[in-house]
């Protein structure tokens, strides 16, 4: 039976339109989830579930989750790389070993485009664009999460 209660939130915006307690999801698509399933469990080590005829789930280490919903591949959209997701390492060895492989094995996984790796807005990490034209940052980006929310904003909203 829903009570209409959720858990204690921790950070809850008082007076928030919605009063949400998490982030739960987002979503994309993908053109065929067989493939775009084996890119993402395999070159991107995500625990992916098939949950609908038309989409799957995939997560890591979170409780938020992404939905990737299958269309038509003539439907994809040609994203721009600031449209991201990212998927955070160990050390900046682990992004150069993958900056490698992606290299490697583009076309086992339809990788479509593969930047060089970089140290830019604190982390180093390069981009590559996926079979379905999402784009991946692959950062090693020790504690920014964290650190940014701690501190708080540092540039106003002029």
Known sequence: MDTGTAPAATSVRKGSVVRPYKLSHGTLMCGDMKRTRQFYEEFLGLEVVRHAKPAMMFRLATGMHIVAVECSPDKL????????????????????????????????????????????????????????????????????????????????ME
């Open 77 to 156: 959209w040609d994203m721009h790389v600031l449209h991201h997701w990212g998927v955070d390492v160990a050390t900046k060895v682990v992004v150069d070993e993958a900056y490698r492989k992606a290299e490697e094995q583009k076309d086992r996984y339809g990788i479509r485009k593969v930047m060089k790796p970089v140290m830019q807005h604190g982390v180093y990490s390069f981009y590559l664009q996926d079979l379905d034209k999402n784009w991946w940052e692959v950062q090693y980006a020790p504690n920014q999460h964290e650190e940014c929310f701690e501190r708080g904003d540092v540039m106003p």
